[in-house]
């Protein structure tokens, strides 16, 4: 059974960075095409960035592109986050998903990943 545990969060000041790990277990990560998330309170959950699984592509929502950076490690069975330039309204639940379809797409929806991990806090203080 696959299992991500998200790690790294916590509380930041605005215009700080932080970054995220995602540990995976229970799988090979270099079969799956990986993402990253985040739920702020009464908001859906709103795609980041996602990795294919050879780490040759990369995908980024346009709010955070040129400002967070997603990277894998396979060899550790890690997936990262690096959030640099962080906004208050960045201050969310932040979750890494896997998505085990291999498909040559990096998908920005929710549904398309089959597995989560419980999420890590980010907090950014003005």
């Known amino acids: 059974q696959v299992q991500l545990e998200e790690s790294g969060g916590g509380l930041v000041q605005a215009g700080g960075s932080s970054r995220l790990s995602c540990a995976f277990s229970?799988?090979?990560?270099?079969?799956?095409?990986m993402g990253w998330f985040r739920q702020a309170p009464g908001k859906a959950r709103e795609f980041l960035a996602a990795?294919?699984?050879?780490?040759?592509?990369?995908s980024y929502a346009d709010s955070v592109k040129g400002r967070f950076m997603i990277s894998r490690d396979n060899a550790k069975n890690t997936v990262s986050l690096q959030m640099n330039s962080l906004k208050p309204e960045d201050t969310a639940v932040y979750y890494c998903?896997?998505?085990?379809?291999?498909?040559?797409?990096?998908?920005?929806?929710?549904?398309?990943?089959?597995?989560w991990g419980q999420g890590t806090q980010v907090t950014v203080s003005s």
């Open positions: 990795v294919h699984w050879d780490g040759g592509r990369t």
């Open positions: 229970g799988g090979t990560v270099s079969t799956y095409n």
């Open positions: 998903a896997a998505d085990e379809s291999r498909s040559l797409m990096l998908f920005i929806t929710p549904n398309d990943y089959h597995y």
